[in-house]
C-alpha cells in the first residue's frame, strides 16, 4: 500500500544549510520503497540560488519580451539568461526551455514562498538537480526525488514533476512486455519518476502549506536507477515544435 507522509518541523531554509541532515533528523526509520520527495525550492534556498533583481540590467531581448509579456524586464533578463529558447511570450505568459531541456513557465525562477529578503529577491533552480538528489540521497540514506511544478499543454493547473533524483528508475521501459492479452507493447514508458512526486504533491501543496518534504512509502522500485534527465525528452524528438 502507498503512503503518503509529510515530514513536519523542518523550518526555514536558508543558504548553507545541511539540507541532508536536517531531512535525515525529520524522517522515520527506512523501510523498503521509501522515497523521499524534496521540493526545489528547499534546494535552491541550501544551495545559495538567490538572486538580487535591483543587481540585474535587462538588455534589449529582455525589455522587448518585457513589453510583450507585461513582467518585469529584470525578472525577464533573468529568465533568459537560465533558458536556451523561448517558445512562447504573450500577455502574462513566458516560456522557455531552460538549459536543463525543461520546457518550463519563468526558466523556473520563483518569487512566492522565498522567505526574508521581500520582492526584491527571486530564487533559481539548483545548477544540477541530479547531483543535489545524490547528494541528499547519500545523506538520508533512502532514494530522493527533487520536485517542482510543471504545467502542461492544453491541460490546466499544475502539478509536480521530477527535476532531480537519486536511486529509483526515474523511467521505466515496458516496451517489449505483454499485457493480459498477450499483445506487445509498443510505446509504453512510464515516468516513475514524475508519479512519485506528483502524489508527494498531494500532501506538500502549493500555497502556505509549508510542507517542503513528503515520505512516498510503499514505491514499486524494480529496475535500475536513473537520474530524472532521462525524462526530458530529446530535442530532436520534440513533438511540439
Known sequence: MIEILPLQGIGE?????????????????????????????IVSKAEGRFVTLSDVVPGAEALRLAAITRKDPQLVELVLAEATDVLRA???????????????????????????????????LPLDPDASAARISEAVGRP???SDSFGRPWRYGVVNVA???????????????LDRDGRRLEVTQI???????TAAGLAAG??????????????PLDGEASPASVLVRDLAEDLFQ
Do not use: F
Not at 36 to 41: A, E, R
Not at 191 to 197: C, F, P, R, W
Not at 206 to 219: D, K, M, N, S, T
Open 13 to 41: 531554509i536558508a543558504p548553507g544549510d545541511d539540507l541532508g541532515a536536517i531531512l535525515a533528523a525529520a524522517l522515520p526509520p527506512a523501510r523498503d520503497g521509501d522515497v523521499l520527495v524534496v521540493t526545489q525550492k
Open 90 to 124: 504573450v500577455p502574462n505568459v513566458l516560456i522557455t526551455r531552460h538549459r536543463l531541456g525543461l520546457v518550463m513557465a519563468n526558466s523556473g525562477i520563483d518569487r512566492s514562498n522565498i522567505g526574508p529578503g521581500g520582492s526584491d529577491r527571486a530564487l533559481l
Open 144 to 146: 530522493v526525488v527533487i
Open 163 to 177: 527535476i532531480g533524483a537519486s536511486g529509483l528508475p526515474s523511467l521505466i521501459d515496458r516496451r517489449g512486455d
Open 191 to 197: 515516468a516513475l519518476g514524475d508519479m512519485i512526486a
Open 206 to 219: 502549493e500555497g502556505a502549506e509549508g510542507i517542503p518534504a513528503v515520505l512516498v512509502r510503499g514505491c
